[in-house]
């Protein structure tokens, strides 16, 4: 029998708040309740709140219409209609930024392209075991003092070393300017490794209780992450009052923790399964 949390077919788990800034996640969901499994969040609630500002604007309007003396209740006012309103376009992105705005999807592409340059790159590992580093993310360098080329930082990871591999790229002469490699450095979790997390506690013995839960809250069978929503964070030890001795590595290794839902339904609690993907292991804390 799962321990975290049994839910019976027409139970709503609801309620959830996430904010991953940075290097942390922090989570919390109320059991049980209505709110949140089925829609969002507090749209009941700005429903009434309309409605009742609707009310009190049509109050003071009738009020002053009174005092003015023009205009009875229900009156439609007079004059043309107002013409409705329009959309404009964004402004098409261009191939190449300029000074401190945001890299284009060109830049984006091609930083990373040149930042994966074999052979280096090729004898890195990824967060399955592939060949080629686990891409984390790619934002605009500091620019250099009276300097306003325009260079990026590649942030990878090598799964083969437990390495965060930074590399800063010119993107006007296309070369790669610097490179370096830290270990026990652990930047926030790119989705494609929180996928590979769940992916693990599914193929777990422990991820029979996840299973259950679904089959719980949907009647049907879970088979595939692709019908669940997830998100998470790096584990910290550091944060944590008890850490299990499997996970005494972790920071030193890539170590996740989940919260996860069924798409569109009730929440299913995973936060007790912490996923090490350098070693591929799941264990259950707390």
Not at 112 to 137: I, M, N
Request: charged letters at 25%; glycine letters at 14%; hydrophobic letters at 35%.
């Amino acid at each position: 029998m799962y321990e975290i949390v049994r839910r019976h077919l027409g139970k709503v788990v609801a309620g959830a708040a996430m904010a991953v800034t940075g290097t942390a996640v922090a989570v919390a969901i109320t059991l049980p309740g209505q709110a949140g499994a089925e829609g969002p969040a507090g749209a009941a609630r700005a429903g009434g709140s309309a409605g009742v500002a609707g009310q009190a604007g049509t109050t003071a309007g009738g009020a002053a219409a009174g005092a003015s003396g023009q205009g009875q209740p229900g009156e439609q006012a007079q004059g043309p209609a107002p013409e409705p309103a329009t959309v404009v376009p964004a402004a098409a992105e261009g191939k190449k930024g300029v000074g401190s705005d945001p890299l284009t999807d060109d830049e984006l592409a091609r930083a990373e392209s040149l930042a994966l340059t074999p052979p280096a790159a090729s004898a890195q590992q990824d967060v399955t075991g592939g060949r080629g580093p686990q891409r984390l993310g790619t934002r605009l360098a500091d620019p250099l003092p009276g300097d306003r080329t325009r260079r990026a930082e590649v942030r990878l990871y090598d799964y083969g070393r437990d390495e965060l591999v930074t590399k800063t790229v010119n993107l006007d002469t296309g070369k790669v300017e610097k490179s370096g490699a830290q270990r026990g450095v652990q930047p926030s979790a790119h989705p494609e490794e929180l996928r590979e997390a769940l992916e693990l506690i599914l193929a777990s013995p422990l991820g029979k209780g996840v299973k259950e839960d679904y089959k719980d809250a949907t009647g049907k069978e879970l088979t595939s992450t692709g019908q669940l929503w997830f998100n998470g964070d790096v584990y910290r030890t550091y944060r944590e009052a008890n850490v299990p001795a499997q996970l005494a590595r972790c920071g030193e290794h890539r170590c996740v923790r989940l919260v996860t839902k069924v798409l569109n339904g009730a929440w299913i609690d995973t936060r007790n399964l912490i996923v090490d993907l350098s070693a591929r292991t799941v264990t259950k804390v707390g």
